[in-house]
């Protein structure tokens, strides 16, 4: 299916994403981030580097509203996502797509209920899911391993069907947590090729890696943390 297809209607919100001045400091003293201010606009496509230990994952889940700063504002699609109420989560993460370093699939559960997973969440109907999740199955390439389980798929299928249930729900903006780490040179290129696909049909990209091989792409521009503080 074309991914045009997949993703009609994706853009019924603005994309942006907004921090000013922010600061994280976990339990501890451990200060994850250090007044950092960045935008991203609708539709671009940015790569975000640094050593481990950076502040490239903490930065991610600020966005995502899975940790909320101690200083500063962090909004998405204008909205002030550090303050959200817990009940309003699910309405901010049906605009996202996430893609954890760690998977987090559910090994219980078939290549396709992982998939559905999402959309039963936000109550679509079962013919609309089936729908939706075979079409994301297929643009990475997996719809002929939908009865599979994931512990059966190689690293580098694990991670499309990672990205597959990410762009289920046709979100406006997608963010991925070290992508590629853990694939070889050939598997990175293919993951990348995706991400790229995504891109041109407008949405909105940030990407996490320390891969010096994905960032040679033209269209993403590329920020750096240092010591949780970005870099100018």
């Known amino acids: 299916m074309p991914l045009r297809e997949i993703f009609h209607g994706y853009g019924s919100v603005i994309a942006m994403i907004k921090l000013n001045q922010v600061h994280k400091r976990y339990p501890g003293g451990y200060q994850a981030l250090k007044n950092v201010t960045l935008e991203i606009a609708e539709g671009e496509m940015v790569f975000l580097t640094g050593h481990s230990g950076a502040g490239k994952s903490t930065l991610l889940k600020l966005i995502a509203a899975i940790e909320r700063p101690n200083l500063g504002s962090v909004l998405v699609n204008h909205q002030n996502v550090g303050v959200l109420k817990p009940r309003a989560l699910p309405y901010l993460r049906r605009n ?4 954890f370093q760690d998977h987090k699939l559910l090994f219980d559960r ?10 039963q969440i936000c109550g679509f109907d079962y013919r609309e ?4 999740a075979r079409a994301a199955l297929d643009k990475v390439g997996l719809l002929r391993r939908e009865k599979s389980q994931p512990i059966a798929l190689s690293g580098g299928e694990q991670q499309r069907l990672c990205i597959a249930r990410a762009i289920v729900n046709r979100p406006s903006i ?4 070290e992508p590629t780490g853990n694939l070889d040179t050939e598997y990175a290129h293919e993951i990348m090729d995706i991400f790229k696909s995504f891109h041109q049909v407008g949405v909105t990209l940030l990407i996490s890696t320390h891969d010096e091989s994905v960032l040679k792409n033209d269209d993403a521009r590329v920020l750096a943390l240092k010591h949780g503080e970005l870099q100018t």
């Open 174 to 177: 997608l963010l991925a947590d």
């Open 129 to 132: 899911s089936h729908k939706r």
């Open 110 to 119: 078939s290549v396709f209920d992982n998939v559905m997973l999402p959309l």
């Open 96 to 99: 996202l797509g996430i893609i």
